[in-house]
């Protein structure tokens, strides 16, 4: 369901939302089978960098959750983050994620077993499966993510007009958005 957006716009992030609640999915249902080894939980910060960027259909829904008209986020498109270190500017100062109901596909992802585009390696979270090895049915395969997101990104940028290669930061959504800057922490 489109919450943030009307008309066009909104039809044009429903593969994303799509693509988001399958990956919210897979993940709970790898979190639910595997609970006692998985220790991602609220407050758990590790992974929440600074300096990281999106792609526009992920910076649109992002934005259009915090009230951002997709006009201004248009205008940050290829510009550096305003960071390139520290945690996440959607963290608090307890690290928790400030847009956690709209944070992006690799925020999604993370600690997760993933199967790497490329060498085939499967990557997880170092504080994850200590005790047993994840069964292959909840390694998320980053290539078939990767692609997806890429076909849905292409088409709202066609549609919007937008240059499909250029990727949005994160701490200047958080900027736009009024969220002061704890990313020092």
Same mark, same amino acid.
């Given at each position: 369901?489109?919450?943030?957006?009307?008309?066009?716009?909104?039809?044009?992030l429903?593969a994303?939302?799509?693509l988001?609640?399958?990956t919210?999915?897979?993940?709970e249902?790898?979190?639910?089978?595997?609970?006692?080894?998985?220790m991602c939980?609220?407050?758990?910060?590790?992974?929440? /960098?600074?300096g990281?960027?999106? +792609?526009? /259909?992920?910076?649109?829904?992002?934005?259009?959750?915090?009230?951002?008209?997709?006009?201004?986020?248009?205008?940050?498109?290829?510009?550096?983050?305003?960071?390139?270190?520290g945690?996440?500017a959607?963290?608090?100062?307890?690290?928790?994620?400030?847009?956690?109901a709209?944070r992006p596909? /690799?925020?999604r992802t993370?600690?997760m077993?993933?199967l790497?585009?490329?060498?085939?390696?499967i990557s997880?979270?170092d504080?994850?499966?200590?005790? +047993?090895s994840?069964?292959?049915?909840? /390694?998320?395969n980053?290539?078939?993510?990767?692609?997806a997101?890429?076909?849905?990104?292409?088409?709202y940028?066609?549609?919007?007009? +937008?240059?499909?290669?250029?990727r949005?930061?994160?701490d200047r959504?958080a900027?736009?958005?009024?969220i002061?800057?704890?990313?020092?922490?």
């Amino acid at each position: 369901m489109c919450y943030i957006a009307i008309g066009a716009e909104c039809s044009l992030l429903q593969a994303y939302f799509q693509l988001r609640d399958r990956t919210d999915r897979f993940f709970e249902s790898a979190a639910s089978r595997y609970r006692d080894q998985v220790m991602c939980r609220p407050g758990c910060s590790r992974c929440c /960098v600074g300096g990281l960027t999106v +792609v526009m /259909v992920e910076a649109i829904a992002i934005g259009g959750g915090l009230g951002i008209p997709s006009e201004r986020i248009h205008l940050q498109a290829g510009q550096l983050p305003l960071s390139d270190g520290g945690s996440c500017a959607f963290l608090d100062n307890r690290g928790h994620c400030r847009i956690y109901a709209h944070r992006p596909l /690799v925020c999604r992802t993370h600690g997760m077993p993933l199967l790497q585009q490329g060498d085939g390696t499967i990557s997880v979270c170092d504080l994850n499966f200590t005790e +047993v090895s994840p069964h292959s049915s909840i /390694v998320l395969n980053t290539e078939n993510l990767h692609a997806a997101l890429f076909t849905t990104n292409m088409v709202y940028c066609r549609s919007s007009g +937008v240059e499909p290669h250029s990727r949005v930061a994160l701490d200047r959504l958080a900027q736009l958005a009024g969220i002061p800057d704890n990313s020092a922490g």
